[in-house]
């Protein structure tokens, strides 16, 4: 596709559930970010791949959040035993490298935890 | 800590009106600051970097360092501007965001 996709644009789960949020970058670009944006709020980063290999990890909240990009494409954000606090948009961003150029977001994934 | 602070969450001007967001951060390096936009059901997206001094839609931001700004402004609001801006800063491959504004352009 011509941009990052993310997939489900929607997504409403349990407390207490696992969750698995994907994201494809768009084709060529090594570089990948996850953001979540809560109501009202700025995007917050959480982490960052270089390839295949998380860079920095330090935005995930907790142990309960872990992301994979085992084949330095597609990334895999998973959230273990969600809790209502967890709920917000969460949304993807790749570039052809770091920092300077330019980051392209999909649409985000709305988790809403009931 | 770096941050990034926009101080109003919503501004509202009429058509043809000057229009300024305001963008204020805290880094003790030399900052990357961009500004973003997204419009009514589209996805984030860049609309400019203070690196490249560019004006995007006749907007321009210009940074200073004294004040710690990176103000945005635009001579002559348009209606197809209303939008949700929002102010970031990058340090190495983490951008920070601010907590964005809403600009409303009534006719």
């Known amino acids: 596709g011509a941009g990052v996709s993310q997939t489900p644009s929607n997504k409403v789960t349990e407390k207490g559930k696992y969750v698995e949020l994907r994201c494809d970058p768009i084709?060529?670009?090594?570089?990948l970010y996850w953001y979540r944006q809560s109501l009202g709020q700025g995007p917050e980063f959480l982490i960052y791949?270089?390839?295949?290999?998380?860079?920095?990890d330090s935005g995930l909240p907790n142990d309960r959040f872990f992301a994979v990009r085992p084949e330095g494409s597609v990334s895999t954000l998973k959230i273990q035993r969600t809790e209502r606090g967890d709920s917000a948009v969460y949304l993807c961003?790749?570039?052809?490298?770091?920092?300077?150029?330019?980051?392209?977001f999909g649409q985000g994934t709305r988790l809403t935890v009931v | 800590a770096q941050r990034v602070t926009q101080p109003e969450k919503l501004l509202s001007v009429f058509k043809g009106a000057p229009v300024e967001l305001k963008c204020n951060y805290s880094?003790?390096?030399?900052?990357?600051l961009f500004w973003y936009v997204q419009y009514s059901r589209q996805r984030l997206q860049l609309l400019l970097r203070?690196?490249s001094r560019e004006s995007i839609k006749g907007f321009t931001a210009d940074l200073n360092k004294g004040e710690t700004s990176f103000h945005l402004k635009k001579p002559f609001a348009q209606e197809e501007d209303s939008a949700m801006y929002y102010c970031?800063?990058?340090?190495?491959?983490?951008?920070?965001f601010g907590a964005g504004t809403r600009l409303f352009v009534k006719a």
């Open positions: 970031a800063l990058t340090r190495g491959f983490k951008t920070i």
């Open positions: 084709s060529g670009h090594t570089a």
């Open positions: 791949f270089q390839g295949t290999g998380a860079a920095d």
């Open positions: 961003a790749s570039s052809t490298r770091t920092g300077r150029t330019e980051a392209f």
């Open positions: 203070h690196i």
């Open positions: 880094y003790s390096g030399s900052p990357e």
